[in-house]
């Protein structure tokens, strides 16, 4: 049965007893980002457990006596490079909630947390209540998820089946990811995701029914949620990329002191140094600017035409797929 994305979302089980719709804010499908890894993936399942739906949607390991089971989300954070997208990225596909969800409420969280987005891949995607899959039939399958050997989420264009490495515990309570597929995705991975975007509205003891603070710039809960395919870039010329970073922030650097040019009367004190001490430091920074110019101009330009040669541009095992689930039938664009 075709569907729109919102009926999707609605009908996907989460094994707190909600549902996806529940606890996510919806504003993109099928969007595609270009970014950096910035925080080692980690998955909220432990690994002494068969990760089959019965374990996932039953959860008969968890013992607390408070709270929820663990999700089962595979985690981790990315920093977007926002040259990367689409030219109309944030000018289409934004239908949801009556228009009322807006492309600006996300790039003002993003321009606030400097581009960091979560990544979750779900672990299952599927209809099927605890009572259906006690009797193996897991329902559905209505979004990919890491561990579903049938309708799994890809990296680099295969399907993960469950074939995640636990490592150690973490801090937070959930298990490192040593690798997926045997690959690890670890802090500097140059990654694109496609997945859709949302805000993360989990609820709590003041907002049971979840608070998204889409109009909160400081409230960091941009999410690629659920990813449906990951791909790992190959950088041809990481080193070089690396050197014309350390080099542009030196000259970022100097040009701040530069420009702190005091005023004021003479002897007079700013803090803890002098007006005559602070001209001083931004005198110094102007001499050592021209200093990196005359080292270094030929260099940045030499990085820079090296960087923009196809020699250099990112590798990738796969194209994104730009089709939306949303397009096998009309979209209520009511869906919140």
Request: hydrophobic share 35%; charged share 25%; aromatic share 8%.
């Amino acid at each position: 049965m075709n569907e729109n994305i919102g009926d999707q979302f609605q009908r996907t089980r989460r094994n707190d007893g909600n549902t996806m719709a529940h606890h996510l804010k919806m504003y993109k499908d099928n969007a595609v980002v270009y970014g950096v890894v910035i925080e080692d993936a980690h998955v909220n399942f432990p690994p002494n457990v068969p990760p089959d739906y019965y374990n996932f949607i039953c959860a008969p390991w968890w013992f607390a006596l408070f709270g929820d089971p663990a999700d089962g989300d595979l985690v981790f954070k990315i920093r977007i490079d926002a040259s990367k997208l689409a030219p109309d990225f944030w000018t289409s596909g934004f239908v949801f909630g009556g228009g009322d969800n807006t492309a600006q409420q996300i790039q003002n969280k993003l321009m606030d947390s400097g581009d960091e987005v979560e990544v979750e891949l779900i672990m299952y995607g599927r209809s099927g209540d605890c009572d259906q899959a006690k009797d193996g039939d897991p329902g559905e399958a209505l979004l990919p998820g890491w561990a579903d050997p049938t309708s799994s989420v890809l990296l680099d264009g295969q399907p993960i089946n469950g074939q995640v490495t636990w490592g150690q515990r973490t801090d937070l309570g959930s298990w490192k990811v040593d690798a997926i597929l045997g690959k690890p995705v670890l802090s500097g991975t140059l990654v694109r995701v496609t997945g859709f975007l949302a805000l993360d509205c989990h609820g709590d003891f003041w907002h049971p029914t979840g608070d998204c603070s889409e109009d909160d710039a400081d409230v960091h809960n941009v999410e690629i949620h659920p990813a449906y395919a990951v791909d790992i870039g190959i950088d041809p010329c990481r080193g070089e990329a690396d050197r014309l970073r350390e080099l542009e922030y030196e000259l970022g650097r100097l040009t701040t002191l530069a420009s702190q040019i005091p005023t004021g009367q003479a002897g007079e004190r700013v803090g803890e140094d002098t007006l005559e001490q602070r001209l001083e430091r931004a005198q110094r920074a102007q001499a050592q600017i021209n200093e990196w110019h005359a080292q270094h101009d030929a260099e940045v330009q030499q990085l820079r035409e090296r960087l923009a040669s196809p020699a250099c541009h990112i590798q990738w095992q796969t194209q994104p797929n730009t089709t939306p689930r949303s397009a096998l039938s009309p979209l209520r664009v009511g869906a919140d």
